[in-house]
Nanobody, 126 residues
Framework: QVYLVESGGGLVQAGGSLRLSCTTS????????MAWFRQAPGKEREFVAS???????????NYAESEKGRFAISRNRAENMLFLEMSSLQAEDTALYFC????????????????WGQGTQVTVSS
């Protein structure tokens, strides 16, 4: 079992930045495909960004189109953590952000995810 815990959400003004963190205890995340999703009220959960394990210490990243150039996903393998740096935040980015882990598939759709965190709320005021 993998238990994921997100942190770093909060209230920020439009144009501002936030850094989300995801951590787990026990099992290493280094060989998991990791991703961030978000869910706004009344909407379906959507993919934001992924960090995919290719092999050894190599990872590839992928982003939803609207997040390219504004968000950056990264890992700290030593500390077993996943991050999402968000900049130029807009009101449309307001959502509950989830950390996700997939053991065998890329984890870029909800059906591919094996483990979810509880989420951290990001609210962007305009």
């Amino acid at each position: 079992q993998v238990y994921l815990v997100e942190s770093g959400g909060g209230l920020v003004q439009a144009g501002g930045s936030l850094r989300l963190s995801c951590t787990t205890s026990g099992r290493s995340l280094s060989r998991y495909h990791m991703a961030w999703f978000r869910q706004a009220p009344g909407k379906e959960r959507e993919f934001v960004a992924s960090s995919n394990w290719i092999g050894s210490n190599v990872y590839s990243t992928n982003y939803a189109e609207s997040e390219k150039g504004r968000f950056a996903i990264s890992r700290n393998r030593a500390e077993n953590m996943l991050f999402l740096e968000m900049s130029s935040l807009q009101a449309e980015d307001t959502a509950l952000y989830f950390c996700a882990a997939a053991s065998s598939r890329r984890g870029e759709t909800s059906s591919e995810v094996d483990y979810w965190g509880q989420g951290t709320q990001v609210t962007v005021s305009s």
